[in-house]
């Protein structure tokens, strides 16, 4: 098996990517956690902020995304034939089967962006729609790729430290060029855009830090990390104001760090160290508020145990409040465009949402399947631009669309 890392791990480095452990780290003398046996109090009323629009069969499931405004669902299943689904869980289009496809973006207009996944051998991002299906080649296998809120722009990292930005409207061409295509210091692992104040933001690895440029591949400031070691996961606020990122150690994602900047300026505004694994982050629309899961290893008299917790901060660095424990184990799922609401998963099949003092306000539990009666869990959760909506990949091969209520 070790051998069989290390190959694996020469390979990718040949093509330019990584291999990333994604087991939760733990030291050898740490003991796993208990189950969970209890479940956290709702101080709240109790009435659900969540209800459900729509359950679909999606067998096969490779992968699945909601577009920024929530009004339009893409899935792919195993084969690679991706499917545009509208807000009524309607089947719109079907495209045949393009192998390797495991990641998808789904457009306002309608179009999915569908590509291959730190795949080296097919670096391309299909643009498809019902009418015609577009090729945008690139330079190195893909690691990010971000669309704008009004869906006019796609932003795409490659693992040959590119960038490139190109139009997602469709038309009768063969292929579609970029209008904007510069370099990276580092391999950008991570990239946001917003339209409102046209930026680009990348977070980057193996010369490790954040930049941000315009549209056109201007730079408009940089933070460089002194540690290369240090990967960044960023994130812009709706309206260009705030950039956050959180930075840890690859490949275990230790030492977790939460980082905040004025997006206009690249001033620094906070940064805080989580002594912590696999951070994951969001900002509300106006960058007031900063919601952050992360996974922190306690020491007791029997040994070290695993906790999750979540946190929220405001724009200024403070932390307002931080929840979680032996028997919650939050993960991060959507923030509300005012910060008022955060909404995370425990792991398991229930949602609960919190007020902004942290509160448990409602839970709501996936309903049992039709026939075998079995709970699902919650594998996978997809939140739209302004957090209103949620496309929750379930454990019993099918995806639900829910609107806040």
Known sequence: ??????????????????????????????????????????????????????????????????????????????????????????????????????RLIATPSGSVLAYRWLNPVRPAVQILSRASTLSCSVDGPIWDVAISADGARAVVGTGQRSIYVFPTVTAETPTVSPKARWRTPGIPASVAVTSEEPMALTGTWQEAG????????MPRWRHDESDPTRQFDVCLSGDGSTAVGVSARAPRETGARLHAWDAGTGRALWAEDLDAFHPEVLTSRQGRFVAVTYVKMLSYHTGQVVERKVALYDRQGRRLWEKGGLFFSPRLVALSADGARLTVTDGASTLYTLDARGRIVSRLRLSPHPKTGVTPVIKEAVASEDGKYLLLRRGDDRISLLKAT
């Open 1 to 102: 098996m070790i051998r069989q890392v290390l190959l694996l791990g020469a390979l990718a480095l040949a093509f330019g990517v990584a291999v990333r452990v994604v087991t939760e780290p733990a030291p050898a003398v740490a003991t796993a956690s208990p189950p969970a046996t209890e479940t956290p109090e709702v101080k709240g009323d109790g009435r659900p902020r969540w209800q459900e629009v729509w359950t679909k069969p999606a067998p096969g499931l490779a992968a699945m995304d909601l577009s920024p405004d929530g009004a339009t669902v893409a899935w792919a299943d195993g084969k690679g034939a991706v499917r545009r689904l509208d807000a009524d869980g309607r089947t719109l289009w079907q495209k045949p089967p393009s192998a390797g496809v495991n």
């Open 210 to 217: 954040v930049s941000a440029f315009d549209l056109k591949g």
